[in-house]
């Protein structure tokens, strides 16, 4: 039997464009990422010709906020608050990608809400992202041949 191969999160990624084929910027410093996906809402089928089970199927799945967590760099021209604070000032829908180490990515549009974390003494300074899909996001998986 062949050994499986499973790859850790580092080496993920998260890019934006600021038009649907531009070229994607990383966004550095990216420490947390959400789970993407989710459990659909069900659509009762229940009929009285049921007497012991309530039945059901897939509806779809509620919209989801993404938060990314990240160490917050020195703020400079090019550090991930300014580009970030930048996105969210702009008010602009950006497109994002989300790429796995494994090279599983997810694509999706959203614009920007960020905070800036709280902590106590010894804490690395952060911020949170959080983008809000406004259209199903896309799982592209890269299958070998």
Same mark, same amino acid.
């Given at each position: 039997?062949?050994?499986?191969?499973?790859?850790?999160?580092?080496?993920?990624?998260?890019?934006?464009?600021?038009?649907?084929?531009?070229?994607?910027?990383?966004?550095?410093?990216?420490?947390?990422?959400?789970?993407?996906?989710?459990?659909?809402?069900?659509?009762?089928? *229940?009929?009285?010709?049921?007497?012991?089970?309530? =039945?059901? #199927? +897939? !509806?779809?799945?509620?919209?989801?906020?993404?938060? @990314?967590?990240?160490?917050?760099?020195?703020?400079?021209?090019?550090?991930?608050?300014?580009?970030?604070?930048?996105?969210?000032?702009?008010?602009?829908?950006?497109?994002?990608?989300?790429?796995?180490?494994?090279?599983? *990515?997810?694509?999706?549009?959203?614009?920007?809400? =960020?905070? #800036? +974390? !709280?902590?106590?003494?010894?804490?690395?300074?952060? @911020?949170?992202?959080?983008?809000?899909?406004?259209?199903?996001?896309?799982?592209?998986?890269?299958?070998?041949?």
């Amino acid at each position: 039997m062949a050994e499986k191969k499973f790859n850790a999160l580092n080496g993920t990624k998260l890019e934006y464009s600021t038009t649907e084929n531009g070229t994607y910027k990383a966004i550095s410093g990216l420490k947390t990422i959400p789970d993407v996906g989710g459990t659909p809402n069900t659509i009762d089928t *229940t009929c009285l010709d049921n007497t012991k089970y309530e =039945t059901a #199927i +897939n !509806g779809l799945i509620p919209v989801q906020s993404y938060e @990314f967590e990240f160490n917050l760099e020195e703020p400079s021209a090019t550090s991930n608050i300014k580009l970030v604070s930048d996105l969210e000032d702009s008010g602009e829908i950006a497109y994002w990608k989300l790429t796995y180490g494994s090279g599983i *990515t997810v694509t999706f549009r959203s614009d920007v809400k =960020t905070t #800036i +974390n !709280g902590g106590s003494s010894g804490d690395l300074e952060g @911020f949170k992202m959080t983008l809000t899909p406004i259209d199903e996001p896309v799982r592209t998986l890269p299958i070998a041949e």
